[in-house]
């Protein structure tokens, strides 16, 4: 799966996801700010990457709660991705420290 269209998927979901979650606070004041990670943060085999990659990575290193909710439609069941985030991260390790996952990357 072209790393654009699964960028493009994971923006349209988060814009729902916001929406939804709009909608449902309609009385509440509270706003979630999302971020992205400096560049610095992403791995190496992304340093060289399309922009668009290299913001898909920094959004997921900065919000992994946020993928971690949403399931992955690009067809990586197979490898045992359960959700969005695992196309980018495979694990966050008690340290803090992270080990990528090159699927997302194209």
């Known amino acids: ?21 709009a909608c449902a606070n309609s ?7 999302l971020t992205l990670a400096p560049e610095s943060a992403i791995p190496d085999f992304v340093r060289d990457a399309p922009p668009q990659v290299k913001e898909a990575y920094r ?5 992994p709660d946020v993928l971690s909710a949403f399931p992955c439609y690009c067809g990586c069941g197979a490898m045992g991705h359960q959700n969005n985030l695992q196309c980018y991260i495979k694990e966050i390790r008690a340290d803090g420290s992270i080990e990528f996952e090159n699927h997302a990357f194209g």
């Open 1 to 21: 799966m072209n790393s654009r269209f699964t960028f493009l998927i994971t923006l349209l979901l988060l814009a729902l996801t916001i929406g939804i979650s």
């Open 27 to 33: 009385g509440a004041t509270a706003k979630q700010e």
């Open 59 to 63: 959004f997921a290193i900065a919000n």
